[in-house]
């Protein structure tokens, strides 16, 4: 059974760090794109990072530039966020999510999230 699991989520104060990590199973995801996402209560899921196959290629939303950063380690199907200088509106559930070729940008598996808190 394919699986994805966040963890690494909490409570934090504003301007904290927290470091998320999703652990992939049941299949390889070394020539998969993966994605952080992330969705507040009453708001649409927001993308939030994604690394190519490689690990090349980053792409960030520009609320998390400069702050958060994406890393992969494909020998171990994992993927990690690390979240710095976090501000109260980061607060959301971060959900890890893989989207294989051929069709892109049509995420094909996601996880259950981890609620990250971020207390002014």
């Known amino acids: 059974q394919v699986r994805l699991v966040e963890s690494g989520g909490g409570l934090v104060q504003a301007g904290g760090s927290l470091r998320l990590s999703c652990a992939a199973s049941?299949?390889?995801?070394?020539?998969?794109?993966m994605a952080w996402f992330r969705q507040a209560p009453g708001k649409e899921r927001q993308f939030v990072a994604a690394?190519?196959?490689?690990?090349?290629?980053?792409r960030y939303a520009d609320s998390v530039k400069r702050r958060f950063t994406i890393s992969r380690d494909n020998a171990k199907n994992t993927v990690s966020l690390q979240m710095n200088s976090l501000k109260p509106e980061d607060t959301a559930v971060y959900y890890c999510?893989?989207?294989?070729?051929?069709?892109?940008?049509?995420?094909?598996?996601w996880g259950q999230g981890t609620q990250v808190t971020v207390s002014s």
């Open positions: 999510a893989a989207d294989f070729p051929p069709v892109m940008n049509d995420y094909d598996y």
């Open positions: 049941g299949r390889t995801f070394s020539n998969a794109v």
């Open positions: 690394i190519n196959w490689g690990g090349v290629g980053t």
